[in-house]
């Protein structure tokens, strides 16, 4: 089993940054990538960013890219979103998730561990 716990969110004004933290515990061969995800009100949960966590490889969403970034901390067992420039578009429920991903690492499908989530909301 694995589990997730999100934290770092909250309300900030259009340009501003969030850096959102993801530390994942449990049985290490349970998943070897992590995805942040995010729902607005009314809308799909999307893909956001993803990294292969054995090689660091990262993967965005055409919406974020050049803004946000995806890291690890393999020692603490913690992920982060480091977000920038953020409008208010950006505003939703962010989620991390952990899977066995080989492809597809924006698919919300590929995961099998999901957080709780932590509110981001962006004022204009």
């Known amino acids: 089993q694995v589990h997730l716990v999100e934290s770092g969110g909250g309300s900030v004004q259009a340009g501003g940054s969030l850096t959102l933290s993801c530390v994942v515990s449990g049985y290490a061969y349970s998943s070897n990538s992590v995805g942040w995800f995010r729902q607005a009100p009314g809308k799909e949960r999307e893909g956001v960013a993803a990294i292969y966590r054995g090689a660091g490889s990262t993967y965005y969403v055409d919406s974020v890219k050049g803004r946000f970034t995806i890291s690890q901390d393999k020692a603490k067992n913690t992920v982060y979103l480091q977000m920038n420039s953020l409008k208010p578009e950006d505003t939703a429920m962010y989620y991390c998730?952990?899977?066995?991903?080989?492809?597809?690492?924006?698919?919300?499908?590929?995961?099998?561990?999901w957080g709780q989530g932590t509110q981001v909301t962006v004022s204009s």
């Open positions: 998730a952990a899977g066995v991903v080989n492809f597809n690492f924006l698919r919300l499908e590929s995961y099998n561990y």
